[in-house]
């Protein structure tokens, strides 16, 4: 009963920058963790970051450490990834995903709702 949906990719050059967008409606609960993950052709899903409830926890995966800043706005039902230092292994279709938690998770089984994905190209 939850409509997620992700906007924001598309192509960038190597060292640039590009936020995503998560945008929720439906029958959403503010006090649930959300995260993003990433898929690449023929590797499984990735984590990239997860935030708490109310925004005051953070989770990153080792790889987007320093790079990746995510955020969320529960009064507008959204949730941005602000990426920067883009490199070609960031490519990828991005994710957006309510948790079943309250706290940040790291694994995907523990998501319940699920955006399209939005492909994100980093050229060298």
């Known amino acids: 009963q939850v409509r997620l949906v992700e906007s924001g990719g598309g192509l960038v050059q190597a060292g640039g920058s590009l936020k995503l967008s998560c945008a929720a409606s439906g029958r959403t609960d503010s006090d649930m963790a959300m995260g993003w993950f990433r898929q690449a052709p023929g590797k499984e899903r990735e984590f990239v970051a997860a935030i708490s409830g109310i925004g005051s926890r953070t989770e990153y995966g080792d790889s987007v450490k320093g790079r990746f800043t995510i955020s969320r706005d529960n009064a507008k039902n959204t949730m941005d990834l602000q990426m920067t230092s883009l490199k070609p292994e960031d490519t990828a279709v991005y994710y957006c995903?309510?948790?079943?938690?309250?706290?940040?998770?790291?694994?995907?089984?523990?998501?319940?709702?699920w955006g399209q994905g939005t492909q994100v190209t980093v050229s060298s």
């Open positions: 995903a309510v948790s079943r938690t309250l706290l940040p998770r790291v694994d995907y089984g523990s998501y319940r709702y």
